[in-house]
C-alpha cells in the first residue's frame, strides 16, 4: 500500500506564509512527478503545481510568484512554501505522486487526503 500525507496546514493571516509538506511512504519503487492541488468550498479542484523528479517546476498562474515547490527525493517529500496568502487562497491542499509500485507496475497517480489552509484576519 502507499500513502500520502500532507501536514502543513493552518489558519494564517492575509500576507503570512505557511510550508506545507506531503510524504508519501509505503511500497514504492519510484516517484516521477509529484504536485500540489486544492480545493475550495464549492469549486473545482485546481492545479497549484508540479514538480517532477529532476526538479522542474510548473505553477498555475494564480499563484505564479507567490509560491514555491521543492522536493526531498530521498525523503518521497514534497513541499509547498507559500508567500503573501490571500483569503482566496483558502482551500484543502492536496498532494498526489505519480509512482510505481514496482518495477514492473505502470506508474499511476496516488492522492493524498489533504490539509485545509485558511487565511483570514
Known amino acids: 500500500q502507499v500513502q500520502l500525507v500532507e501536514s502543513g496546514g493552518d489558519l494564517v493571516q492575509p500576507g503570512g506564509s505557511l510550508r506545507l509538506s506531503c510524504a508519501a511512504s509505503?511500497?514504492?519503487?519510484?516517484?516521477?512527478?509529484m504536485g500540489w492541488y486544492r480545493r475550495a468550498p464549492g469549486k473545482q479542484r485546481e492545479l497549484v503545481g508540479t514538480?517532477?523528479?529532476?526538479?522542474?517546476?510548473n505553477y498555475a498562474d494564480s499563484v505564479k510568484g507567490r509560491v514555491t515547490i521543492s522536493r526531498d527525493n530521498a525523503k518521497n517529500t514534497v513541499y509547498l512554501q507559500m508567500d503573501t496568502l490571500k483569503p482566496e487562497d483558502s482551500a484543502v491542499y492536496l498532494c498526489?505522486?505519480?509512482?510505481?509500485?514496482?518495477?514492473?507496475?505502470?506508474?499511476?497517480?496516488?492522492w493524498g487526503q489533504g490539509t485545509q489552509v485558511t487565511v483570514s484576519s
Open positions: 509505503g511500497s514504492i519503487f519510484s516517484i516521477s512527478t
Open positions: 514538480i517532477t523528479r529532476e526538479g522542474t517546476t
Open positions: 498526489n505522486a505519480l509512482l510505481q509500485t514496482t518495477i514492473i507496475d505502470p506508474a499511476r497517480f496516488y
